[in-house]
């Protein structure tokens, strides 16, 4: 896919002059869309309700351990109609991440659980990316751990064409730290940048040895994910 440096209109024929493309006797720069993948924590943590505590506290239902460590509460059915979970939110800033992304780039996710999954190659449809992006809630890999170490890994294949960025959203602690830092090492010595958006209770420790540089970071509060997520897309290359 082809992105003009300037405004090209539907009507303006590009040609090729001494090999150069050209929009009537104006020579243009050509880029190729740079590759950008969204890399989504589906894990139990993010099923968490986001919502002022003392409503949240209201809130009842059984408690049972989940796979991350933590404990999840289900609620009965029709309490949690008026609050959102932490993915829902996540998800709407993914979509707003995603519009605005798709200006310049292509886009694509990768989903992580206790396993991962390429879940939408890098795409410039914008549709496509949407009815994607609205399915994620009834995913088969959400609750479990946070295999972020098989996320990465995903993009490491030799088959896979180069990726600019990848930008991490979780509110975990990833399952194997190690393993996760030296994909993303390998990741960073291609070229690729990392950018890391995590909530306040997520494992900062290791977010900040994993992202490319301190400016490629976001900390938020549960609350502030969509926003936080959608505005990241600022930081994306030119």
């Known amino acids: 896919m082809w992105c003009g440096e300037e405004v ?10 001494n090999g150069k493309p050209t929009i009537g006797n104006r020579a243009i720069e050509l880029r190729k869309k740079g590759l950008v993948y969204l890399l989504i924590d589906l894990s139990d943590s993010m099923n968490y309700f986001v919502g002022p505590k003392a ?10 351990p989940s796979p991350d460590g933590g404990s999840v509460c289900i609620v009965e059915r029709g309490m949690s ?16 991440f995603t519009d605005r992304a798709l200006i310049t780039k292509m886009v694509g996710i990768i989903l992580f659980g206790s396993t991962a999954q390429l879940y939408h190659t890098a795409s410039h449809d914008k ?14 890999l959400r609750g479990g751990s946070t295999n972020l170490a098989d996320a990465l890994a995903l ?3 030799s088959k896979h064409p180069f990726v600019e960025t990848v930008v991490v959203v979780t509110d975990g602690k990833p399952d194997n730290a190690i393993t996760a830092l030296g994909n993303g090492r390998l990741l960073k010595d291609k070229g690729t940048e990392i ?17 490319s540089r301190p400016d490629l970071s976001v900390r938020t509060s549960d609350e502030g994910l969509e926003q936080a997520i959608t ?5 994306l290359k030119p």
């Open 8 to 17: 090209i209109m539907s009507k303006d024929i590009v040609r090729l002059v």
């Open 55 to 64: 409503e949240l506290a209201q809130l009842t239902g059984t408690t049972k």
């Open 81 to 96: 109609d008026k609050f959102k979970t932490k993915l829902q939110v996540a998800l709407a800033g993914v979509q707003g």
């Open 127 to 140: 549709k496509a990316l949407r009815t994607a992006i609205s399915s994620i809630e009834r995913h088969p």
């Open 155 to 157: 993009l490491l294949d």
């Open 195 to 211: 950018l890391v958006i995590g909530t306040e209770d997520a494992d900062w420790g290791f977010l900040e040895k994993l992202r």
């Open 231 to 235: 505005d990241a897309s600022r930081l």
